[in-house]
């Protein structure tokens, strides 16, 4: 995806699926063509003079104020269609980038299928309306009467070899050295710690945090790292000393060598209130807060499981925990004709046969020439 001001990012996710190094140039020239068309910084633009004239709508008019919502939703709707012009018009630049290097004009047509492959598709799907990319069958049509109409080389480069070089070894799935679940505990093998979270709370694992929430969404608990490099109690105090915040004094408890600054606090929200604990905590070089609140007319309920929480946070020296590692790509050239249904009978994968098909784009019972390479994956799965 772009962002405004020539940002481009590539997910990981992605770059298991494309099969050469011209479909990632396809994607990466369609990006470029959102940053080359300005589409980024004219969604926006639009935007804020839709967001202004509603505004300014509402001043005079009731009915505008009545009716805002479903005008704000009437606007979205609108941009989605200016969303999926941009999409159609960055597919075109980006095969006219990529022919322009020497690439072939296929290569886009292997994205599309891709796409569709691994998008799901039938009645369990939007409307096309609604999205904001167009069905990525209906690209890879558009893209074919494209290249039919440009003339654009259907012979140029694919460097199948090269790009299967370059992601051989590449982390397959979520990399469980950033942290992982089993169940409600929670497993850091880089930092080496573990915390266990309320049972029957719905976890959430990401690159900034990792929290839980009841099946009620009136309360819950987070963890994170400080940024500013402070000793626990005096980030405790400065939390408590906020604005809009009080509670305390605060307390300490042992977590094997683990000393927990906590206390209890009510703060003021745009809501109204919210009540909760706060703990601050060393451990390594980090220093860690857990913060789990809820509505006042919750707090009660789930106090305990929140201060259970807390307290659960513990080091980890259990070299099981601490040497997990994630299941990596691994590029095989078969060395006879063979299925790559047949091929998984054969050498047992970490990962189910559908994925690896999706990965290679081939049907599971199509038979493979040797010397065909294709992506497999070694490992043990976590959990």
Same mark, same amino acid.
């Given at each position: 995806?772009?962002?405004?001001?020539?940002?481009?990012?590539?997910?990981?996710?992605?770059?298991?699926?494309?099969?050469?190094?011209?479909?990632?140039?396809?994607?990466?020239?369609?990006?470029?063509?959102?940053?080359?068309?300005?589409?980024?910084?004219?969604?926006?633009?639009?935007?804020?003079?839709?967001?202004?004239?509603?505004?300014?709508?509402?001043?005079?008019?009731?009915?505008?104020?009545?009716?805002?919502?479903?005008?704000?939703?009437?606007?979205?709707?609108?941009?989605?269609?200016?969303?999926?012009?941009?999409?159609?018009?960055?597919?075109?630049?980006?095969?006219?980038?990529? $022919?322009?290097?020497?690439?072939?004009? =296929?290569?886009?047509?292997?994205?599309?299928?891709? @796409? !569709? +492959?691994? #998008?799901?598709? &039938?009645?369990?799907?939007?409307?096309?309306?609604?999205?904001?990319?167009?069905?990525?069958?209906?690209?890879?049509?558009?893209?074919?009467?494209?290249?039919?109409?440009?003339?654009?080389?259907?012979?140029?480069?694919?460097?199948?070899?090269?790009?299967?070089?370059?992601?051989?070894?590449?982390?397959?799935?979520?990399?469980?050295?950033?942290?992982?679940?089993?169940?409600?505990?929670?497993?850091?093998?880089?930092?080496?710690?573990?915390?266990?979270?309320?049972?029957?709370?719905?976890?959430?694992?990401?690159?900034?945090?990792?929290?839980?929430?009841?099946?009620?969404?009136?309360?819950?608990?987070?963890? $994170?790292?400080?940024?500013?490099?402070? =000793?626990?109690?005096?980030?405790?105090?400065?939390? @408590? !000393? +906020?604005? #809009?915040?009080? &509670?305390?004094?605060?307390?300490?408890?042992?977590?094997?060598?683990?000393?927990?600054?906590?206390?209890?606090?009510?703060?003021?929200?745009?809501?109204?209130?919210?009540?909760?604990?706060?703990?601050?905590?060393?451990?390594?070089?980090?220093?860690?807060?857990?913060?789990?609140?809820?509505?006042?007319?919750?707090?009660?309920?789930?106090?305990?499981?929140?201060?259970?929480?807390?307290?659960?946070?513990?080091?980890?020296?259990?070299?099981?925990?601490?040497?997990?590692?994630?299941?990596?790509?691994?590029?095989?050239?078969?060395?006879?004709?063979?299925?790559?249904?047949?091929?998984?009978?054969?050498?047992?994968?970490?990962?189910?046969?559908?994925?690896?098909?999706?990965?290679?784009?081939?049907?599971?019972?199509?038979?493979?020439?040797?010397?065909?390479?294709?992506?497999?994956?070694?490992?043990?799965?976590?959990?």
């Amino acid at each position: 995806f772009a962002l405004p001001g020539g940002f481009i990012y590539v997910t990981r996710g992605i770059l298991l699926h494309f099969d050469s190094e011209a479909e990632l140039m396809g994607v990466l020239g369609h990006e470029v063509g959102h940053v080359t068309a300005r589409h980024g910084a004219s969604q926006m633009s639009r935007q804020q003079l839709q967001m202004g004239l509603l505004g300014a709508g509402a001043v005079f008019s009731e009915t505008v104020r009545t009716y805002g919502a479903l005008a704000m939703q009437g606007m979205q709707l609108l941009n989605l269609s200016y969303s999926r012009g941009d999409e159609s018009e960055s597919d075109r630049l980006g095969l006219r980038y990529i $022919t322009r290097l020497g690439y072939d004009a =296929d290569a886009m047509i292997g994205v599309f299928e891709m @796409l !569709a +492959a691994t #998008g799901g598709g &039938g009645g369990s799907r939007l409307p096309e309306w609604q999205p904001t990319h167009p069905y990525p069958e209906n690209r890879e049509a558009a893209m074919r009467d494209e290249i039919a109409t440009t003339g654009a080389s259907r012979s140029g480069t694919m460097n199948r070899d090269v790009y299967l070089d370059m992601i051989d070894g590449m982390v397959v799935g979520v990399n469980p050295r950033d942290g992982y679940f089993e169940e409600q505990r929670f497993l850091h093998p880089n930092l080496a710690f573990e915390m266990t979270f309320p049972a029957g709370w719905a976890t959430v694992n990401q690159k900034t945090l990792v929290g839980a929430q009841p099946a009620s969404e009136d309360a819950v608990v987070l963890l $994170t790292v400080e940024q500013d490099a402070t =000793d626990p109690a005096t980030a405790l105090s400065t939390f @408590l !000393a +906020a604005e #809009g915040i009080s &509670g305390g004094p605060g307390t300490t408890t042992a977590s094997g060598a683990i000393t927990i600054h906590r206390s209890d606090f009510e703060a003021a929200v745009e809501q109204g209130t919210v009540s909760g604990e706060v703990a601050y905590l060393q451990h390594g070089d980090l220093t860690y807060r857990i913060l789990g609140y809820a509505a006042p007319a919750s707090w009660a309920t789930h106090r305990s499981a929140v201060s259970t929480a807390i307290s659960s946070f513990a080091a980890v020296d259990d070299p099981q925990v601490l040497d997990v590692q994630p299941l990596r790509l691994a590029i095989v050239t078969l060395d006879e004709a063979t299925s790559l249904s047949r091929w998984v009978q054969e050498n047992p994968q970490p990962l189910e046969l559908e994925v690896l098909a999706r990965y290679n784009r081939v049907d599971p019972a199509e038979v493979l020439d040797p010397g065909t390479r294709i992506k497999t994956a070694v490992g043990t799965p976590i959990g």
